[in-house]
């Protein structure tokens, strides 16, 4: 445990804010430790890797934790299961909250046997003594042991103590996915549960003038239509009614249309001339005593990413129930739910900050509403799970005492989610005579990222939006770098660079909702940092590797580049091996510049298409806490940036999205998908860092690298379609 | 027009007679989750575009969510609740656990339903033929190459099993022959 001089143990922070013990776990008679956590499982795993965690510290087979999911009320506020942080931050705090109450337990069995609590030892909860007694934490279960705040009274084990921690315990909810048995959050069914569907406005901006409500209704099975302003939804017995029923509202809606959105065809001009408000995200200027080392050249280049969909599987899903009929209330009109008690079902990425926003969105206090996080679909960041629980929970409202379930459609999924924002980033540098780096120069537009629910003061669920008197959403936001950043994140130059200075152009203006996609800005910018550090190379007549490895100092980073560039046979790889068209490249990260590192090597063939054969990867995220769920999550979005970078890209009008089907927004395929390798560099007692998102910039920028290699063209525009690689083809 | 009169409509779903109360031109897969309670199967495009809803409709593969009810009213419906049980689960199923082939699992009944078409068919295939045999079917979190290795795992053991029945086969029979 890290001391501080003055306080004694200092505890980690999800601990500070969650200090009572007993929020973190219970003993239960019956031989089960119950375990909360404030992170949820997003299908990477996470619930797992904690179990390993708690069941380490208290010397428990893992079969023996059960994983309770978050519920707002009960289960520690941790923010949301987001940035890759989760082992981070609640597994440091399982880990001491873990490992104290194993002390207090054993306390107890000491004081009954009047022995020295050290000489006892704990196998799978039983608790044994040298003359033999035994006693088992389940024997002593008593949950007024655990109602005090941790005080950081134990020490964690050692990393070379674990024996649970760092294996690959299988996943704890695959069983019941494949049973199967009903564990997400769309197979939910309660008593008198309803279907809700909602009918979005036909485009962006669009005003609901008039609807009538009388076909839907007089079909059999309809208990309502709710309209509020722009919102407009309905609830049936049946789930096959609510959609037939939604298909007759929509058919007879009548909208006002305006056109609202940039040209998707020219959207780097769009991004780069929209009111923005500029800022200085980081600068080092080179001391006096360096700068004197001339500039012989000076290099710049402009890449792009469009905006990306989450495009989750199974479409968000929520289901609401509004207890007590609102006193007073008249329908939409009076929203008057004093003594309503709302319950919610969702897989938002957030319960508590979910309940925050529903709270105020339906001026209800937060102690009206209790959210409960139930599996979903994987969410590789914000998409639509808020925006539905907000949904259920206004047509909830419309049957107090009926649980409504709603499941938006493909096309809503496609098309309302809140995108991974579109950007340019603009890379200049001045070189000396061997090609190295003197001063870098990065510049960024786009919209921020963040537009999740609960930290801002004004709305962000899109049907509170489309409501009368609704307050639009307001363009994304951006956390500060040092947490990690937005549209800044991993611009910052990992490389030695003697001066460098990063500036960010967040548009004041959001024609498409955008927010957190999976590496946030870590995209775009590696892909364009690690790109144009290719293009510097080739300028300078170097070995992409060597040129990198020259310039950076940092030995990690450097081992993995090592690593990697080994196990691709990097040195030996010709083309003309494998085919004329091929071609090999690098691309490398610390993910935010504080979590894990990743060097990826792709080897791709561009005939028509682009086609990527093999991605090999090499980590190091320090302490692995379970190996083989740490290489599915990298190889996972290893193989997710490779759909990003060949295939994706959220196309639009000047009035609506239209990329709202597999068929316009196609994702990578079975038989498209690369071979992936995946090492990890041993953890030499570095802490654990989280792997979900290392690799999406990596991916992108090796096969840019490799696709540059390969036709001798350079593509600065994604996705790397043949449209894209004939644009950037000289003359 | 919809077809909006709801009336009672048969279908043999896992070799059981049901009856539910729909309208014939109803999705085939909101009778299963709703009426039937079968949640295996998943609704993910409602377009056949992407195979979360994936059920074997005369042992072949068939979107559930635009496959209306009178296109089923003659057929064997399979979900893959019928193609093992928790305690016995299918190989497909099996191999996936075993090699840990999923990430959220949002998308891997309507893998295990391709997959056990694929492999009742032929029992040795190529990875290229089970890469092909699951293009129908997409996954976002990119458990491809797991779920790949874990489809031809549970075809080697589906071999193995065949082969040790036949030698078990042939082994009865040479004793029945010595014992005539």
């Known amino acids: 445990m890290a001391t501080s001089p003055e306080a004694g143990p200092v505890l980690p922070p999800s601990l500070v804010a969650n200090p009572r013990l007993g929020d973190w776990l219970r003993v239960l008679p019956d031989g089960v430790v119950e375990v909360r956590s404030g992170k949820v499982e997003l299908g990477q795993g996470v619930i797992t890797a904690l179990a390993q965690v708690a069941a380490e510290e208290l010397d428990l087979d893992v079969a023996r934790v059960r994983m309770v999911a978050a519920v707002t009320g009960i289960s520690p506020d941790e923010g949301y299961t987001s940035g890759s942080l989760s082992i981070q931050y609640s597994g440091a705090a399982l880990r001491v909250a873990c490992a104290e109450a194993r002390t207090i337990y054993l306390g107890v069995a000491a004081g009954r046997w009047n022995v020295p609590a050290d000489v006892l030892t704990v196998q799978d909860g039983t608790i044994a003594a040298p003359d033999g007694r035994t006693t088992s934490y389940w024997e002593l279960a008593d949950d007024g042991l655990l109602d005090r705040p941790a005080a950081g009274l134990a020490e964690p084990k050692a990393a070379s103590a674990y024996r649970i921690v760092g294996t690959s315990v299988p996943r704890l909810d695959l069983p019941d996915k494949l049973a199967p048995r009903p564990r997400f959050v769309h197979d939910m069914a309660l008593d008198g549960m309803l279907y809700g569907r909602v009918v979005r406005p036909p485009s962006r901006r669009a005003t609901l003038l008039d609807v009538g409500a009388g076909p839907a209704m007089a079909l059999p099975a309809v208990v309502t239509v709710v309209r509020d302003g722009s919102f407009l939804g309905v609830i049936a017995e049946r789930e096959e009614v609510a959609l037939r029923a939604a298909d007759l509202l929509r058919a007879d809606a009548k909208w006002q249309e305006q056109p609202t959105l940039p040209d998707e065809d020219d959207l780097p001009a769009f991004l780069v001339s929209a009111p923005a408000q500029t800022s200085v995200l980081a600068e080092s200027a080179p001391a006096a005593s360096t700068s004197a080392k001339p500039a012989v050249r000076s290099h710049e280049a402009a890449y792009h990413r469009p905006y990306l969909a989450h495009a989750a599987m199974g479409p968000s899903s929520a289901t609401a129930l509004a207890r007590t009929a609102p006193a007073g209330a008249n329908g939409a009109h009076g929203r008057n739910w004093d003594g309503v008690r709302l319950e919610v079902w969702t897989h938002s990425q957030g319960v508590y900050l979910l309940r925050r926003e529903l709270a105020r969105a339906l001026q209800l206090a937060e102690e009206q509403v209790r959210v409960r996080h139930v599996e979903g679909a994987g969410c590789y960041g914000h998409n639509g799970a808020d925006d539905v629980a907000m949904d259920a929970a206004l047509l909830a409202l419309a049957v107090p005492g009926r649980p409504v379930q709603v499941v938006w459609s493909r096309s809503d999924e496609l098309g309302w989610e809140p995108y991974g924002p579109a950007a340019v980033v603009r890379i200049a540098a001045d070189v000396d005579a061997r090609g190295d780096v003197l001063a870098w120069q990065h510049e960024i537009w786009g919209n921020g990222h963040v537009t999740r629910p609960g930290f801002a003061s004004s709305n962000r669920l899109l049907a509170a939006s489309h409501r009368d008197g609704g307050e639009p959403i307001e363009p994304a936001a951006d956390p500060p770098l040092e947490r990690g950043g937005g549209a800044g994140r991993n611009a910052v130059p990992g490389y030695a660079f003697p001066a460098y200075r990063v500036v960010n152009h967040r548009l004041s203006v959001m024609p498409l909702r955008t927010s957190s996609l999976r590496a946030l800005g870590g995209f775009a910018n590696v892909f364009a940092i690690e790109s144009f550090m290719d293009e510097l190379a080739q300028a300078a007549g170097r070995d992409p590797v060597e040129y990198r490895l020259a310039q950076l100092a940092d030995p990690r980073g450097r081992a993995v580049i090592e690593a990697v560039v080994r196990r691709s046979g990097w040195a030996d790889w010709s083309a003309s091996e494998s085919s004329r068209s091929a071609g090999h490249g690098i691309g490398y990260a610390r993910y935010k510049n504080s979590s894990a590192y990743c060097a990826v090597v792709a080897e791709v063939e561009a005939v028509t298409e682009v086609r990527v054969r093999r991605l090999t990867i090499a980590v190091d995220a320090g302490l692995v806490i379970n190996p083989d769920g740490a290489e599915n999550q990298v190889e996972g979005g290893a193989i997710q940036a490779t759909s990003w970078t060949l295939k994706e890209r959220v196309r639009f009008n000047s009035l609506t999205v239209t990329s709202d089907t597999w068929d316009s927004y196609p994702i990578l395929r079975f038989s498209e998908v690369p071979v992936v390798e995946v090492e990890f560099l041993p953890g030499h007692g570095n802490p654990a860092l989280g792997v979900g998102e290392t690799a999406q910039g990596p991916t992108a920028a090796a096969i840019g690298n490799a696709l540059a290699d390969a036709l001798g063209v350079r593509v600065r525009t994604l996705p790397l379609t043949e449209q894209q690689i004939l644009a950037a083809m000289p003359g | ?180």
């Not at chain 2, 840990?100 to 694929?118: P, T």
């Open chain 2, 1 to 180: 027009m919809p077809d909006t009169d709801p009336k009672r409509v048969t279908v043999l779903v896992n070799g059981r007679p049901e009856e539910v109360r729909t309208e014939q031109d109803t999705a085939l897969l909101y009778v299963l989750r709703n009426h039937l309670g079968l949640k295996g199967t998943r609704f993910g495009c409602g377009l056949g575009l992407c195979g979360t809803c994936l059920v074997l409709v005369d042992g072949q593969p068939a979107y559930s969510c635009d496959t209306p009810m009178w296109a089923v009213a003659d057929r064997d419906v399979t979900t893959v609740e019928g193609l093992g049980t928790p305690q016995r689960p299918h190989p497909v199923a099996r191999a996936i656990i075993d090699g840990q082939a999923a990430q959220c699992g949002y998308c891997i009944s309507g893998v295990v339903i391709s997959a056990a078409a694929l492999l009742a068919a032929n029992d040795n295939p190529g990875e290229d033929e089970v890469r092909a045999a699951l293009d129908g079917n997409l996954c976002r979190c990119g458990a491809h190459n797991r779920i790949v290795r874990a489809v031809l795992a549970a075809a080697a053991s589906l071999r193995a099993s065949r082969d040790g029945a036949s030698r078990d086969g042939a082994s009865r029979d040479g004793a029945s022959r010595d014992g005539d």
